[in-house]
């Protein structure tokens, strides 16, 4: 099979999931028995709030014309009004996610920063203190709350050392890398232990591969086998398990940007939550998973660009 | 040993962890209160230990259940393959292509507050990862000897699912369902913090860490030690499933 083939193979077997999931998006209110129109409503379910909200979602049709109607507006990126800020729920949903998206891949950058140095220090001196020590890592670091790690670099970093600023968000470049740094950190020590381990283990097989002994039978400088081999190989097989922890980090953006009071979509969607406002919920559950189906479609083809050892089975 | 104190957690203390008290609140740890008291003067050892029941009870209870449903589902999907593969794998990649939180978050908020709905929602989210995992191991065990003379003896199917299939492919998820237990606690803590777990005043380590929060510059003990119970934890559990994982696999 050829590159081409296999891309458009993983976009055909994308479709069905993306299927699925408008499919549980839209069955997600209807889990609870009763007028979906008064369930989304709460408090402000007057009969011409709960009237307008069945004409706009077409309530009274068959719950399949209901799911073709949610369908054919997903399609064309229509969530609905939002309940709150009475505007439309794509709208604040794609502005937030900018914020998100920054913060991700600011914690992507962060955890490789961290994780490459521990790594390279494991592998180059296994079994020894610092290897054993750097194999602890994912012991602690995996049961760490992220709203737990969150307060406690508030407290040390921002509160006691006054290092970088703890809530909200300043305006500029500058600005966002300082007041997103704190909340990427938070974020990236939830996946920089996997990160640590899986780094480590590849590191380890390419000191031992063909293409390292070669480089350095030619008198390659030590450093730059290291660097132009090993890691960059090693990089390239954790690129998967950084692809795979999309959805963690995603997860995570809900309670760091809650707890630095950040306007991305993962407070969006907890403040949705406090206020009741369903169809910003519900945009917020389908954009998210999305991204994740986006995101692992993405990483597949990637590595098989980078890495020539993939077939395309 | 923390599942123990846990247990024992009438014994160990001698106050409530929901009578309040408002004259004692805010104290700082003494011989009389080992780590203090919260703003409405209940005895934060006490609740570390009453919180360790509720949070350890639905972790333990939602991945049992998780595990059991969804390793029959991959018994089915994986031995009788088929169209019941085809829409069980369909289920997985759908619901595994929601960020895992984020649908646990979801189906709460709709379920409305409460213990139940928290059972509800892990468990809808959780047991696709056990039916990947089986449905993977059983398709290469199939096609063992044993099990093909299993099924040129006659035997039903069921038998042959639970007395021949299991036992030879359910390691995985045990192993697995170790390190989920860490991650559920997680989850549900999570939840608490953000104020849609347990509700109050039921002792939870989430919801004691959000309401520590707002005294963290005068009393940074209330916040810091529920986080740090999560903690041992977590690496007590990777531990006891290290050690199963080795067992296991002596075996």
């Avoid at chain 2, 003379?149 to 170790?178: C, D, E, F, K």
Wanted: proline letters at 5%; hydrophobic letters at 55%; charged letters at 10%.
């Amino acid at each position: 099979m050829t590159r081409g083939m296999y891309i458009r193979r993983r976009l055909l077997l994308m479709l069905p999931t993306a299927f699925g999931v408008t499919l549980v998006t839209f069955l997600m209110i209807h889990l609870i028995p009763g007028d979906p129109a008064v369930t989304m409503l709460g408090v402000r379910a007057t009969p011409k709030a709960v009237a307008a909200l069945h004409r706009e979602w077409g309530l009274n049709k068959p719950l399949y014309e209901q799911y073709w109607l949610f369908l054919t507006r997903v399609v064309r990126g229509n969530f609905g009004v939002s309940l709150f800020y009475n505007s439309s729920a794509t709208g604040i949903i794609l502005s937030a996610s900018l914020v998100s998206l920054s913060l991700i891949v600011y914690a992507v950058v962060l955890s490789v920063v961290i994780a490459v140095p521990l790594a390279v220090l494991a592998a180059t001196h296994r079994n020894g203190i610092s290897d054993q020590a750097v194999r602890a890592i994912p012991l602690i670091g995996m049961g760490m709350p992220s709203a737990w790690i969150a307060i406690m670099l508030i407290l040390l970093m921002g509160l006691k050392f006054h290092l970088f600023p703890v809530a909200g968000l300043q305006p500029g470049v500058l600005g966002h890398l300082d007041s997103l740094f704190l909340p990427g950190l938070t974020l990236s020590l939830g996946i920089a232990p996997l990160l640590v381990r899986s780094l480590r283990s590849s590191l380890i097989d390419a000191f031992d591969a063909d293409y390292v002994t070669t480089a350095r039978s030619k008198g390659i400088h030590e450093y730059r086998v290291l660097i132009r081999h090993a890691i960059r190989n090693a990089l390239a097989s954790s690129l998967n398990i950084l692809g795979l922890q999309i959805a963690f980090l995603i997860s995570g953006t809900l309670v760091v940007e809650t707890v630095f009071a950040l306007p991305g979509v993962g407070a969006l969607m907890v403040n949705s939550i406090y206020r009741r406002d369903f169809p910003v919920v519900q945009g917020v559950t389908f954009v998210l998973a999305l991204a994740v189906i986006l995101t692992n479609l993405g990483t597949d083809v990637v590595h098989s660009l980078l890495d020539p050892r993939v077939r395309f089975e | 040993m923390i599942i123990g104190l846990a247990l024992a957690a009438p014994l160990i203390t001698s106050y409530s962890p929901t009578v309040l008290n408002p004259s004692q609140g805010l104290l700082a740890p003494s011989l009389h209160h080992l780590l203090g008291t919260d703003e409405l003067g209940r005895d934060v050892w006490t609740r570390l230990l009453y919180g360790a029941r509720v949070d350890l009870e639905i972790a333990f209870l939602a991945v049992l259940a998780s595990f059991v449903f969804g390793t029959a589902v991959g018994c089915v999907a994986g031995f009788f393959g088929g169209w019941a593969d085809v829409v069980a794998m369909r289920a997985v990649d759908v619901i595994l292509a929601f960020p895992f939180f984020v649908l646990v978050i979801a189906l709460v908020f709709i379920l409305g507050p409460g213990t139940k709905s928290i059972y509800i929602a892990i468990i809808a989210t959780d047991w696709v990862s056990y039916t990947w995992i089986i449905r993977k191991e059983i398709l290469s065990t199939k096609r063992l000897e044993f099990i093909l003379a299993a099924s040129a003896l006659g035997y039903r199917p069921l038998r042959i699912i639970i007395r021949h299939l299991i036992p030879n492919v359910i390691t995985q998820a045990i192993v697995y369902s170790m390190s989920d237990i860490v991650f559920t606690i997680l989850t549900i803590v999570t939840l608490g913090f953000l104020g849609l777990g347990v509700p109050p005043p039921t002792p939870e380590w989430g919801s004691m860490m959000s309401d520590g929060q707002q005294f963290i510059t005068s009393h940074w003990q209330l916040a810091t030690v529920p986080g740090i119970a999560v903690v041992i934890i977590g690496i007590g559990l990777s531990l006891f499933g290290d050690g199963i994982a080795d067992r296991l696999r002596v075996e």
